[in-house]
């Protein structure tokens, strides 16, 4: 008869240690046996199973399982076998204390693809036929540890392996348990599997009807195969051929694996809540200050390009070149008119700005002290307010400003009214500027175009022959888009000799101005919100690197019963998608109510793109598959030997 296994010539050693491992092995084993090897501490035993499971290869030497050399299949195809031809029982269970008996029964049906009644069925059949069934939905952590050996051994038999490899079965229970274990091993070999155990306790190797004793990484005793009579291969068994075939791998049920994926993967989210509410919090921070800060840049680009549309699309500045300041106001009228001669003009207006520091402003009545606030001061003509949408308590007051004869009125800004500590209605303050009498009449509120008007003083310009020369200057408010005609226009009408002699400054290119300041203020807070992302991120990836090392164990069991690297890796990345969809939306949730909440505390209108919640749920996605990838590829590779 054919051996099952043959092992020739086979050593495994393990680091520099010369008597560590196994040397020149040759064994052959057939299929139903009942074998113990037996040895001391250290002598062999467990390298040896984690050769003959396929959990380990050898340094030199050759190993036939059924014929085919195992030395030159891949790996996936020795995953495979490990999933349907071996059944796995550790000394210490490794049950997996979360799931239910039954899901633990069911586990090592996961690898194959195996449907999930199919599956829930036969873990079932496996849990009744080692009359533990009463306790199918009981979570693993809570069963005794005798109960959690036994389920170990339902795991293997559910899966119908043809060899069912023990090691140490019964080294940490007491001997109630330990038998009953023993008993569930023998029926499993009484319904045709290959069973091999590894113990040190001669009691349970006088049990079987083959040993083999290693002492030092060899073999010395091996009392020979001897497949017994007295195995009842007449009955029907779910390790026979109906079972090997249930078993073998179904590549087609891409369906079931995705959904195994998903759902271990969901349990694990779910289980360490506390892990996974960190994570979700990183990412949700990090990508709630994406959506913050995009929102944000867009809510103030639209606040910003509205100021500017109110001030400027429509404006052209004309700097006067200085002259003595007796003709200074026959300057600014004359060029005044000369520019109204222009088309498509809806303001032209002159004013000077005055130097304050020189002009000695003081409040005349009352022992009001200097003010402390700056202040400007500014000579204007009646067209000044219009142009500039200035709105005057008192419109009227307005003609006191286009008369040449009265240089004693003056009207102020808010701010400039509460600096001078003037009466609320703004009136009957007298000033004193540059030595010289000034009545305040009026006060005047700005709008959007002059917010920063507030703090000014006008005078007319009448009052300019009393007072230093200062900085000359026309604004033009055009019909829109003639700002840019305008501004080359207004020089040649102004002097047609020298055009040079007078600066313009102009918006007529504020659309490029708008766009790099929208640009450059998503590109700041775009940083700020990447480098937050980037932060939680590696966070993420440290913590789920964390989570590998905590569940080593896990991981090499399912190694260990056939699951392969890429099924591994595939269940870490799901979990980091997972993570981070959830702390993608929750992110883009409390992005979105930040954004709301600071445009309601400062009065803008909300910019949202319609884009940037998906968009943010898409980046918490990849955020999440990025942070899962290193710890995927770690996990991957975790040995199944490990699990022993």
């Given at each position: 008869?054919?051996?099952?296994?043959?092992?020739?010539?086979?050593?495994?050693?393990?680091?520099?240690?010369?008597?560590?491992?196994?040397?020149?092995?040759?064994?052959?084993?057939?299929?139903?046996?009942?074998?113990?090897?037996?040895?001391?501490?250290?002598?062999?035993?467990?390298?040896?199973?984690?050769?003959?499971?396929?959990?380990?290869?050898?340094d030199?030497?050759?190993?036939?399982?059924?014929?085919?050399?195992?030395?030159?299949?891949?790996?996936?195809?020795?995953?495979?076998?490990?999933?349907?031809?071996?059944?796995?029982?550790?000394?210490?269970?490794?049950?997996?204390?979360?799931?239910?008996?039954?899901?633990?029964?069911?586990?090592?049906?996961?690898?194959?693809?195996?449907?999930?009644?199919?599956?829930?069925?036969?873990?079932?059949?496996?849990?009744?036929?080692?009359?533990?069934?009463?306790?199918?939905?009981?979570?693993?952590?809570?069963?005794?540890?005798?109960?959690?050996?036994?389920?170990?051994?339902v795991?293997?038999?559910?899966?119908?392996?043809?060899?069912?490899?023990?090691?140490?079965?019964?080294?940490?229970?007491?001997?109630?348990?330990?038998?009953?274990?023993?008993?569930?091993?023998?029926?499993?070999?009484?319904?045709?599997?290959?069973?091999?155990?590894?113990?040190?306790?001669?009691?349970?190797?006088e049990?079987?009807?083959?040993?083999?004793?290693?002492?030092?990484?060899?073999?010395?005793?091996?009392?020979?195969?001897?497949?017994?009579?007295?195995?009842?291969?007449?009955?029907?068994?779910?390790?026979?051929?109906?079972?090997?075939?249930?078993?073998?791998?179904r590549?087609?049920?891409?369906?079931?694996?995705?959904?195994?994926v998903?759902?271990?993967?969901?349990?694990?989210?779910?289980?360490?809540?506390?892990?996974?509410?960190?994570?979700?919090?990183?990412?949700?921070?990090?990508?709630?200050g994406?959506?913050?800060?995009?929102?944000?840049?867009?809510?103030?680009?639209?606040?910003?390009?509205d100021?500017?549309?109110?001030?400027?699309?429509?404006?052209?500045?004309?700097?006067?070149?200085?002259?003595?300041?007796?003709?200074?106001?026959?300057?600014?009228?004359?060029?005044r008119?000369?520019?109204?001669?222009?088309p498509?003009?809806?303001?032209?207006?002159?004013?000077?700005?005055?130097?304050?520091?020189?002009?000695?402003?003081?409040?005349?009545?009352?022992?009001?002290?200097?003010?402390?606030?700056?202040?400007?001061?500014?000579?204007?003509?009646?067209?000044?307010?219009?142009?500039?949408?200035?709105?005057?308590?008192?419109?009227?007051?307005?003609?006191?400003?286009?008369?040449?004869?009265?240089?004693?009125?003056?009207?102020?800004?808010?701010?400039?009214?509460?600096?001078?500590?003037?009466?609320?209605?703004?009136?009957?303050?007298?000033?004193?500027?540059?030595?010289?009498?000034?009545?305040?009449?009026?006060?005047?509120?700005?709008?959007?175009?002059r917010?920063?008007?507030?703090?000014?003083?006008?005078?007319?310009?009448?009052?300019l022959?009393?007072?230093?020369?200062?900085?000359?200057?026309?604004?033009?408010?055009?019909?829109?888009?003639?700002?840019?005609?305008?501004?080359?226009?207004?020089?040649?009408?102004?002097?047609?000799?020298?055009?040079?002699?007078?600066?313009?400054?102009?918006?007529?290119?504020?659309?490029?101005?708008?766009f790099?300041?929208a640009?450059?203020?998503?590109?700041?807070?775009?940083?700020?919100?990447?480098?937050?992302?980037v932060?939680?991120?590696?966070?993420?990836?440290?913590?789920?690197?964390?989570?590998?090392?905590?569940?080593?164990?896990?991981?090499?069991?399912?190694?260990?019963?056939?699951?392969?690297?890429?099924?591994?890796?595939?269940?870490?990345?799901?979990?980091?998608?997972?993570?981070?969809?959830?702390?993608?939306?929750?992110?883009a949730?409390?992005?979105?109510?930040?954004?709301l909440l600071?445009?309601?505390?400062?009065?803008?209108?909300?910019?949202?793109?319609?884009?940037?919640?998906?968009?943010?749920?898409?980046?918490?996605?990849?955020?999440?598959?990025?942070?899962?990838?290193?710890?995927?590829?770690?996990?991957?590779?975790?040995?199944?030997?490990?699990?022993?």
């Amino acid at each position: 008869m054919s051996a099952l296994i043959e092992l020739q010539g086979v050593t495994r050693r393990y680091g520099t240690d010369a008597s560590a491992g196994v040397f020149d092995i040759d064994l052959e084993i057939h299929s139903g046996e009942y074998i113990v090897i037996v040895g001391a501490s250290g002598a062999g035993k467990s390298t040896l199973l984690q050769l003959i499971g396929l959990l380990d290869v050898p340094d030199e030497g050759s190993y036939c399982y059924q014929g085919a050399d195992m030395l030159t299949v891949s790996e996936r195809e020795r995953d495979k076998l490990r999933a349907t031809s071996f059944g796995f029982v550790f000394q210490a269970s490794h049950v997996l204390p979360h799931l239910s008996a039954h899901a633990n029964a069911a586990l090592g049906m996961v690898p194959n693809a195996v449907p999930l009644d199919e599956r829930s069925q036969r873990a079932y059949r496996a849990l009744q036929r080692l009359n533990i069934a009463s306790r199918a939905q009981t979570p693993a952590g809570v069963l005794s540890g005798g109960e959690r050996q036994r389920l170990a051994i339902v795991r293997a038999l559910a899966t119908g392996p043809a060899v069912v490899l023990a090691d140490e079965p019964t080294g940490s229970l007491d001997s109630l348990n330990g038998e009953r274990v023993l008993e569930d091993l023998e029926s499993l070999h009484e319904l045709g599997a290959t069973v091999i155990i590894i113990t040190h306790d001669e009691k349970v190797a006088e049990r079987a009807h083959r040993t083999i004793r290693i002492v030092d990484g060899r073999i010395v005793e091996d009392t020979g195969p001897n497949p017994p009579s007295t195995r009842h291969t007449d009955e029907p068994v779910e390790s026979g051929a109906e079972a090997s075939s249930a078993m073998q791998p179904r590549p087609k049920n891409w369906h079931v694996r995705a959904a195994d994926v998903v759902s271990e993967a969901l349990t694990e989210v779910l289980l360490r809540r506390i892990r996974t509410g960190f994570l979700v919090l990183a990412f949700a921070l990090g990508i709630g200050g994406l959506v913050t800060s995009v929102g944000l840049s867009q809510t103030a680009a639209v606040q910003i390009t509205d100021q500017l549309d109110a001030a400027a699309f429509d404006e052209v500045r004309i700097t006067l070149p200085e002259v003595a300041p007796d003709q200074l106001r026959e300057q600014l009228v004359e060029s005044r008119e000369r520019t109204l001669q222009l088309p498509h003009l809806e303001y032209a207006t002159a004013s000077v700005q005055l130097p304050f520091g020189s002009t000695g402003v003081s409040r005349l009545q009352g022992d009001a002290e200097p003010p402390t606030t700056p202040l400007q001061l500014i000579a204007v003509d009646d067209s000044f307010f219009a142009a500039n949408d200035l709105t005057l308590s008192q419109p009227h007051r307005v003609e006191l400003f286009a008369a040449s004869n009265i240089a004693t009125v003056a009207v102020v800004g808010a701010e400039a009214q509460r600096a001078l500590q003037l009466p609320s209605s703004g009136e009957d303050g007298t000033l004193v500027v540059g030595g010289h009498y000034v009545q305040v009449v009026d006060t005047f509120t700005t709008g959007d175009r002059r917010p920063g008007l507030d703090n000014a003083i006008l005078v007319p310009l009448s009052l300019l022959s009393k007072l230093p020369s200062g900085q000359a200057e026309l604004l033009i408010r055009t019909e829109p888009g003639y700002a840019a005609a305008i501004a080359e226009a207004a020089p040649l009408q102004l002097d047609a000799a020298e055009p040079g002699k007078y600066r313009v400054q102009t918006v007529a290119d504020l659309r490029n101005l708008r766009f790099g300041v929208a640009t450059d203020l998503d590109a700041l807070v775009g940083i700020m919100a990447v480098t937050l992302l980037v932060l939680a991120t590696v966070s993420a990836s440290t913590s789920m690197y964390l989570s590998v090392l905590a569940r080593s164990s896990e991981i090499a069991l399912r190694r260990a019963l056939g699951l392969s690297r890429s099924g591994v890796a595939a269940r870490f990345l799901v979990e980091g998608v997972l993570i981070g969809a959830i702390g993608g939306a929750l992110g883009a949730l409390g992005g979105v109510v930040g954004v709301l909440l600071v445009s309601m505390a400062q009065g803008w209108e909300t910019q949202i793109s319609s884009w940037l919640v998906p968009l943010s749920m898409g980046i918490g996605v990849i955020s999440g598959l990025t942070s899962a990838a290193v710890p995927a590829v770690i996990a991957s590779r975790q040995p199944p030997s490990s699990a022993l």
